[in-house]
């Protein structure tokens, strides 16, 4: 006796062992293509959001002093509430913005707090040049410290520096490849 043909078993769909191996190891290939890329894309993105952190409170510290016509500082920071010592040079722990009313560079409780920064991730280092361990904004928006260099190193990717000249205007400029 035959079926009606509505009734006869269909075979079930689905993929031979060959196929999932063959998809599979495609997907690998498209994987090690993409990886790289993607490590680099964040490593800019990290080293960029530490440049715009910085260069954001620069700016604060900057408007501040000239909008309280007090001397402003950014220090570098290891724990949030004080300065780091004049020989650390490395930023990327954190940094305070602070109105130095005492006038001797250090935070301390006589001094108003403007903003506390607990540093970048994803950074290899953030290194103040020899000559500068922090920004000194006077009441004029000048620096006093001087003209001053960060730069930022990310794992990998290019290094970036911020450059503070003597007015206090910030400047960024793209380096060398990272090791």
Not at 121 to 129: A, V
Request: overall charge positive; some cysteine; glycine content about 8%.
């Amino acid at each position: 006796m035959r079926l009606p043909a509505c009734q006869i078993p269909r075979q079930l769909g689905g993929y031979t062992l060959i196929e999932l191996v063959v998809a599979t190891a495609l997907l690998a290939f498209l994987i090690q293509l993409a990886v790289p890329p993607m490590s680099r894309m964040l490593s800019d993105w990290q080293r960029d959001h530490a440049t715009r952190a910085i260069t954001d409170h620069l700016a604060l510290a900057r408007s501040e002093a000239i909008r309280w016509s007090q001397r402003v500082v950014m220090c570098s920071s290891l724990d949030g509430l004080r300065c780091s010592p004049g020989t650390n040079r490395e930023w990327k722990s954190g940094w305070l913005v602070f109105q130095d009313l005492d006038g001797n560079g250090q935070f301390n409780s006589s001094d108003k707090l403007v903003v506390v920064s607990h540093g970048a991730s994803g950074i290899q280092s953030i290194r103040g040049n020899a000559l500068i361990q922090r920004f000194v904004f006077m009441p004029t928006g000048m620096m006093a410290s001087g003209m001053g260099t960060l730069e930022i190193v990310p794992r990998t990717g290019t290094i970036q520096r911020i450059i503070v000249n003597r007015i206090g205007r910030v400047r960024l400029s793209v380096g060398l490849q990272a090791a």
